[in-house]
C-alpha cells in the first residue's frame, strides 16, 4: 500500500516550490514571506475532496479524508440560511509528549459548509445560477444542457501550536483562529477540457482554486481572497490585530446566511464576547477566475457568492466533490505522521527516519514527504510530515489518539445540529454519516479499491502501509453536553463522556455501506458513470 508517485515536470516544480515556501525561512521566522501559493495536487489541507483529481490534477494527489455529518431539511432556506453552536476543544495538559493527543495531530482544519452558486465553475455549461434555488438541483443522467456552475464553501477552524500560515494550519501558539474558503473546479467534464495550465499556475489552489479570507473583527479582508491576487505575505497572513481568535473551551455561535451582498460567515464567541465575519462579496475582493481552456489567459472576474439551494437533502449536491453533502459538518484529518529524520537534501523535505507513533515506529516510505522540524513550531515540539495518506492510513488520525475522555486527549469538538428559518427556531429533522474512504482507497491513489465497478476491497476502516486495517478511525457521537441554546451535541472522536448515542460504536457501523454515485464522464459529451466514491448511513432521523 506504499504511495505511488509520477511526477510531471509542472508537478515537480510545483512540489520545489512548495518545498522552498516550507523552508525557505529561518526557524522561528514567519513563514509567509513567500509568493508561493499552494496547490490543491499537493498535500494542501484546504482543499475540498474532488469526485475525479487524476481528471483534474494529473498524476499527483494527495487525497482528503473528510468524515463528515450531512444535515436535511425541505424547509425553504435550510440550504442558505443556518446556525450552529459549537465548543471549541482544548489541548491535554502539561508539557509536549508524542504519547498524548493534540488536534494538529488529527485534524489540520474543521469546518461546516454550503453548496455556492459559481458560474464559471464545473460543469462550465451556464452562464446563470439562481440563488438560494432548487431550480438548480441536477441529475446528470437526465443531461448537462444549462447545469449551473457550482462551488463549495467551507468556514475552517484551525488549530493551534503547530506550523504557522500560509505552509501549515496553525495561526497562533495557543489560539484558534477563522476562514472562509470557497472552492471552484475549473474543468468542463463534457468536452474533457481543463482551464488552461499558465493560469492554473497563479491561483491559489491550482485547477481546484481557492477564494480565502480570514475572518476579522471589522469584516474587512486581510488581503485581497480571489485566488488571483491572493498573497501569503497579507491574505493568508493571520498576525494582523483585526483577525479573530478564539481561546479553547470557549462557546461560539456559528452562522451562515446568504444576504444581498452576498454569503455571510458569522463566529460570535459568547466566552469573549468578540465576533468575527466576513462576506463573500464583489466588494471584499472574492472573485472568479475566468474559464479558458486555451491559450495562456488569466483573468480575474469580481464575483458576489450566494448559496446554490433552497433546501439541503442528497440531491443538493456538488456534481464535482467525491461527498454528497450540501450543508455538512466535515473534520479534515489524515495530514500529519510523526518522523524522526528529515532528509535535508529531498526537493520534497521527506522523512528519511522513522514515522509512526511510539511504539509503533518503522522505516518512513513513500508517503512522508512535505516534512516540519520541531523547530518550525510555534507552540509543540514535534518534528512530521503532512503528506500521510491516501493510502497508507497510519498517521496520527489514524492511531487512538482521538478525544475519549482522559486527560491525555484533547476534549472533542463539539458542535449542534443547525438551525434554520425565523430566529434560526427551526431544525433539520434528518441526519446522515458519510466518509470519502472509496475515493482515496482507489487505484488511482494507489490503492485497491475498485470504486469503478463492484466497490470490491473499499474498506472501513482503511488499511494501512503493513496491509492490516488503521487502528482506529473516528466517527461521531450525540453527547448530552448542552452546548449554548442547544439541549445536546455532536462529537468526533471515540465513544465520548456523556455519549448518548455512538451510532454502533464504530467507524464501520456508523457510516454504512457503500454509496455509488452519478457523475459525467470526463470527456463523454454527457455520459454518465457510477462510482463508488462514499459510505454512507443514509437518512437517519435526528434527534439531536
Request: proline share 10%; glycine share 10%.
Amino acid at each position: 500500500m506504499k504511495r505511488i508517485r509520477i511526477l510531471s515536470v509542472a508537478s515537480a516544480a510545483g512540489l520545489v516550490a512548495a518545498t522552498l515556501a516550507m523552508f525557505g525561512t529561518p526557524a522561528g521566522a514567519s513563514q509567509n514571506s513567500t509568493s508561493y501559493k499552494p496547490d490543491c495536487a499537493d498535500p494542501f489541507p484546504l482543499c475540498t475532496e474532488v469526485a475525479n483529481p487524476k481528471e483534474a490534477f494529473g498524476n499527483y494527489y494527495v487525497g482528503h479524508d473528510e468524515p463528515s455529518t450531512l444535515f436535511y431539511s425541505n424547509t425553504p432556506g435550510s440550504g442558505n440560511h443556518v446556525r450552529y453552536q459549537l465548543t471549541i476543544p482544548t489541548e491535554p495538559p502539561g508539557p509536549f509528549s508524542q504519547s498524548k493527543g493534540y488536534d494538529f495531530e488529527l485534524h489540520p482544519a474543521f469546518w461546516f459548509g454550503m453548496a455556492m452558486c459559481d458560474t464559471q465553475s464545473f460543469p462550465e455549461q451556464s452562464s446563470k445560477c439562481t440563488p438560494d434555488s432548487d431550480s438548480n438541483i441536477v441529475n446528470p443522467a437526465q443531461g448537462f444542457a444549462g447545469a449551473p456552475g457550482a462551488a463549495f464553501e467551507e468556514l475552517q477552524f484551525y488549530p493551534p501550536g503547530w506550523i504557522g500560515q500560509f505552509s501549515g494550519s496553525s495561526c497562533d501558539p495557543t489560539k484558534w483562529c477563522v476562514a472562509l474558503n470557497i472552492d471552484s473546479l475549473a474543468e468542463n467534464p463534457i468536452n474533457g477540457t481543463t482551464l488552461n495550465a499558465a493560469c492554473q499556475s497563479q491561483l491559489l489552489g491550482g485547477i481546484e482554486y481557492i477564494n480565502f479570507a480570514f475572518l476579522t473583527h471589522d469584516g474587512k479582508p486581510l488581503g485581497p481572497p480571489n485566488p488571483l491576487q491572493f498573497d501569503p505575505a497579507t491574505s493568508g497572513n493571520p498576525n494582523n490585530p483585526d483577525t479573530f481568535f478564539l481561546n479553547p473551551g470557549d462557546q461560539a455561535t456559528v452562522s451562515l446566511t446568504d444576504t444581498p451582498d452576498g454569503l455571510k460567515t458569522t463566529v460570535t464567541d459568547n466566552t469573549t464576547g468578540q465576533t468575527g465575519t466576513m462576506v463573500a462579496s464583489a466588494a471584499n475582493g472574492f472573485g472568479q477566475i475566468k474559464y479558458q481552456s486555451g491559450g495562456h489567459s488569466c483573468q480575474e472576474l469580481p464575483y458576489t457568492f450566494h448559496p446554490m439551494y433552497s433546501t439541503s437533502s442528497p440531491q443538493t449536491r456538488v456534481l464535482w466533490a467525491a461527498h454528497t453533502y450540501n450543508i455538512a459538518f466535515s473534520d479534515e484529518i489524515g495530514h500529519f505522521d510523526f518522523c524522526t529524520h528529515i532528509n535535508p537534501n529531498s526537493p520534497t523535505a521527506s522523512c528519511d527516519g522513522q514515522e509512526g507513533i511510539p511504539g509503533d515506529q518503522e522505516a518512513a516510505d513513500g508517503d512522508d514527504n512535505f516534512c516540519f522540524s520541531a523547530t518550525q513550531s510555534l507552540r509543540y515540539p514535534a518534528t512530521g510530515c503532512t503528506d500521510t495518506n491516501a493510502p497508507g492510513f497510519d498517521g496520527v488520525s489514524y492511531q487512538n489518539y482521538w478525544p475519549d475522555g482522559s486527560r491525555t486527549r484533547p476534549t472533542p469538538i463539539l458542535f449542534s445540529s443547525p438551525m434554520t428559518g425565523s430566529g434560526y427556531s427551526t431544525p433539520f429533522p434528518q441526519v446522515a454519516f458519510e466518509a470519502n474512504l472509496p475515493r482515496i482507497e482507489a487505484a488511482d491513489l494507489g490503492g485497491n479499491c475498485q470504486r469503478l465497478t463492484t466497490g470490491a476491497n473499499c474498506v472501513n476502516p482503511p488499511i494501512t502501509d503493513d496491509g492490516t486495517p488503521a487502528a482506529f478511525y473516528p466517527y461521531f457521537s450525540t453527547v448530552s453536553t448542552p452546548n449554548g441554546s442547544a439541549g445536546c451535541s455532536y462529537g468526533i472522536g471515540s465513544t465520548l463522556p456523556d455519549t448518548i448515542s455512538n451510532f454502533g460504536g464504530s467507524s464501520h457501523a456508523e457510516f454504512g455501506p457503500l454509496l455509488q454515485s452519478t457523475y459525467w464522464t470526463f470527456g463523454g459529451h454527457g455520459a454518465t458513470n457510477q462510482r463508488f466514491n462514499n459510505f454512507n448511513s443514509g437518512p437517519l432521523t435526528n434527534t439531536c
